[in-house]
């Protein structure tokens, strides 16, 4: 049994690091005409479009190493629900890069595997820290999500819809984990969580 759930999550592994991604949802913006945007402007679209597409695989190494340890199977499926949008997100924020003509990031499985060790770390922790963890994400990526609203060129409505979507989707995230019973992270666990996704941001749009 734990050699066959071994293998299941090894493969979602390598499905979400390297596998394109597929969506049920329409792609946010798919029916916008697609801009004119000089090589400055597309060049910083696509950056912060692989930061989202790299956010997207860590959110999905968070919620597997999570839900592993979770004790309660009521936060397990949450999990996995939040998850199941989780890989839409990873499929528009793909097929977006290749319509910037950029390629997803390099780091991918390095930053794969250390979020999969923070989730695990947090189902360890106990279901109110966990969810506690994940509300927290949520709400960090929800404001890096406002700051690429922000800096996405105005014309570039393809990409702006799909961020925007995107925010919806985690802010329900965090309500959803709220409403379970997260625990309020300690400032400084918070703090700690900003450093790490601002060394991820940084590294993520340029490689």
Sequence with gaps: MFLDQAIVEFDRGLKTVFASARSVRATP???LSEAPLDASERSHAAGLMRINHCGEVCAQALYQGQSLTSRD???RESLREAAHEETEHLA???QRLAELGS??????PLLYLG???FGVLAGVLGDEWNLGFLAETERQVEAHLDGHLRELPAQ???SRAIVAQMRLDEIRHAEAAVNLGAAELPAPVKGAMRLAAKV???AAYRI
């Design 29 to 31: 913006g798919a029916t």
């Design 73 to 75: 199977p009521l936060i």
């Design 92 to 94: 528009w924020t793909e």
């Design 103 to 108: 390629t997803k990031s390099a780091l991918n």
């Design 115 to 117: 979020a999969l060790s």
């Design 156 to 158: 570039d409505q393809r």
């Design 200 to 202: 991820m941001t940084t």
